[in-house]
């Protein structure tokens, strides 16, 4: 009765499909921890499977390589910080631009600072491991910098107006952002996280006055 029950769809209550599922989390999980300590050459699918608890065989239940393994993991980052700073700007005022801006990233620098292992795989380990990997990256920050921008009023009209190309100004406001935070984590945080955020906000308060403010 027990292998009928094993070798079944559902096991103690819970489906194939879901044990599968808490697998691949663990190996994210896991992935992230040991990107953090290593980096990503620097680890192994053992050392990934030891950390997660589980043998190796897992690994490529979920995965092909340890390339897909890696943007899993980026793309797991990348999902709890862009949710973080979606729920902080929630219920701010559209029409506040500089306080979206600040708390955008104040909460995106706080993040990286409290979760260090995140930080190292979403600004280190991920870039200039293949093509595929950097556009993975590149296009997943236009995204979110796309989706920031869409606060400021007439933000996409203002860049046709001035001759601008709106996804190329996406990549240069986040691109001074993720340089900067870069730079902060590199450093081992030793700036405050206020001196950080003012820090970006004079590049992109200057941006905002010349091209993001409403017309008058």
């Known amino acids: 009765m027990e292998t009928e029950i094993r070798s079944g769809r559902r096991y103690k209550g819970v489906s194939n ?3 599968r599922a808490e697998r691949r989390e663990k190996l994210v999980d896991a992935a992230i921890a040991v990107y953090g300590a290593v980096g990503y050459h620097g680890a192994t699918v053992r050392a990934i499977c030891a950390e997660a608890g589980l043998t190796e065989r897992y690994f490529y239940e979920s995965f092909e390589n340890g390339e ?12 709890r910080l862009t949710e973080e700073v979606m729920t902080a700007l929630a219920p701010l005022s559209t029409f506040d631009m500089g ?3 600040r708390t955008a990233l104040a909460t995106y620098y706080g993040q990286l600072r409290a979760n260090p292992n995140e930080a190292r795989v979403f600004l280190v380990e991920i870039l200039g491991v293949s093509p595929r990997m950097d556009t993975i990256y590149w296009d997943t920050i236009r995204q979110v910098s796309l989706s920031i921008l869409r606060f400021a009023p007439d933000a996409a009209e203002r860049a046709d107006d001035l001759g601008l190309d709106l996804d ?4 240069g406001l986040i691109g ?13 945080y030793a700036a405050p996280i206020d ?3 003012e820090t970006a906000m004079a590049i992109l308060g200057a941006v905002n006055r010349e091209y993001l403010s409403p017309r008058a």
């Open 195 to 197: 001196t950080v955020v």
């Open 176 to 188: 001074a952002v993720v340089q900067i935070a870069l730079g902060w984590v590199r450093s081992g």
């Open 99 to 101: 306080s979206i801006v």
């Open 17 to 19: 499909e879901q044990r």
């Open 168 to 171: 190329l100004f996406a990549d």
């Open 68 to 79: 897909a393994l890696l943007a899993a993991a980026f793309e797991a980052v990348m999902a």
